[in-house]
């Protein structure tokens, strides 16, 4: 997705955390913070407990320390009951950590683990020409490119006539289309070939709300930030293509405690 820069600012940070709130996903919650275990125990051992289990840390991402039955956090999740498959993508401005999590007969583990980029203005509510990647739960489309590595997803081939049309006055806004040309910005797929060599469209503004937002994808990297999508690099997004099935998610947030929020 390549959008003409919008400057927005907050004057605030409540005041961007209250924007925030107004759009999230309506299955969206308030973040919760997470609960530290506590140790108030007299005797030596248990202080030497309590010692370890502070240096050890804690994390979203891994089991608790002593418990190697506990589940990461995606887990814990809505999306959990009825995908087998969720890409978590944790942002910190424009760079984030991609993840794709499966449910096996243990439970969840993670499949794959990358560094990539998201928008330039990061993560958040987003419209047409932000350079934000949109925040929450999305499930994913079909994959695309210049390449088929062998994806089990539905796959459509790049040529000179593919357009991604992002021009809201069109009635073909936010979705792919054949032909010779579409008005600006939309998208000539052909002009990206490093960034489409792979990749898989994120289901965000299906109902192709005018100006809401489009052409958010999962793609390669190029080095820097995006428009909006989700970049990881060549190699691990022809992973990522070999390794989703249909009906996978996606989950855009800021800190890995608001993954529990989907």
Request: proline share 6%; charged share 15%; net charge positive.
């Amino acid at each position: 997705m390549t959008v003409q820069l919008i400057k927005r600012q907050y004057s605030s940070d409540q005041e961007y955390k209250t924007v925030l709130s107004k759009n999230q996903p309506p299955n969206g919650k308030t973040a919760e913070t997470g609960v530290r275990p506590g140790s108030s125990q007299s005797d030596r051992n248990g202080r030497k407990a309590a010692d370890t289990q502070k240096a050890s840390g804690s994390s979203t991402d891994r089991p608790a320390a002593g418990n190697s039955t506990a589940q990461p956090l995606v887990a814990q999740t809505r999306l959990a009951s009825q995908a087998s498959q969720i890409i978590t993508v944790v942002a910190s401005g424009s760079v984030a950590q991609v993840k794709l999590w499966e449910k096996k007969a243990s439970g969840w583990i993670q499949t794959l683990s990358t560094s990539g980029h998201v928008g330039l203005k990061g993560v958040g509510p987003t419209h047409e020409g932000m350079n934000t990647t949109p925040y929450g739960a999305y499930s994913l489309g079909f994959a695309f490119g210049t390449e088929n590595p062998g994806t089990s997803l539905l796959f459509r081939q790049i040529t000179p006539r593919s357009w991604w049309v992002e021009d809201s006055k069109s009635p073909y806004y936010n979705s792919w289309m054949e032909g010779d040309s579409f008005n600006s910005p939309s998208e000539h797929l052909a002009d990206y070939p490093v960034q489409y060599h792979y990749a898989i469209v994120i289901n965000y503004n299906t109902a192709r709300t005018p100006y809401a937002g489009s052409g958010f994808f999962v793609h390669c990297d190029n080095g820097g930030p995006t428009a909006g999508c989700v970049s990881i690099p060549t190699n691990q997004m022809k992973n990522l293509m070999l390794m989703l099935r249909p009906g996978a998610f996606i989950i855009n947030v800021n800190s890995g405690q608001e993954i529990g929020n989907f």
